[in-house]
């Protein structure tokens, strides 16, 4: 498998945009969420940009945006993109599978625990191009799970 953190283009553009509309804000720190830059947890004193973000997979009906942090500055990105992020595998997650024309195909709430092989059944599914992996409690998108 393969983890998808935010691409640069986006991230960058979101950085551009804070505090200049609604949809960008600026803040000085928000120790414990989610990074979408790096896919670790923010740490206190670390300024951050909150911003809606529209996943690429999920298309028509199935396009959804949501709030995202990342840091206010680039970083350097996730550890790895081989392994579920180490700082976002210890709650239930929610794992919505899209085919490549963006539609639904499955999808399911994983215990931690089981999110490694639940994330390897659904991309055993051919017609799965994508897993949109979201927080289980307020369904806001961490991340993005494609084949290797």
């Known amino acids: ?39 670790r947890k923010a740490g206190p004193g670390e300024p951050l940009v909150l911003f809606r973000h529209t996943p690429a997979w999920g298309a028509g009906p199935y396009e959804e945006s949501g709030p995202v942090f990342a840091h206010a500055e680039p970083c350097a990105g996730p550890a790895t993109t081989a392994a579920f992020p180490e700082a976002l595998r210890h709650a239930p997650r929610t794992l919505r599978a899209y085919t490549a024309g963006g539609r639904i195909h499955g999808g399911e709430v994983a215990d931690p625990e089981r999110l490694a092989d639940r994330v390897t059944t659904l991309l055993d599914d051919p017609d799965v191009a994508a897993i949109q992996v979201r927080s289980a409690s307020h369904g806001c998108f961490l991340f993005a799970i494609t084949r290797d």
């Open 1 to 39: 498998m393969r983890i998808h953190a935010l691409p640069d283009d986006v991230l960058d553009r979101a950085r551009g945009l804070a505090g200049a509309d609604e949809h960008h804000e600026w803040h000085a720190e928000s120790p414990g969420a989610p990074l979408r830059c790096c896919l």
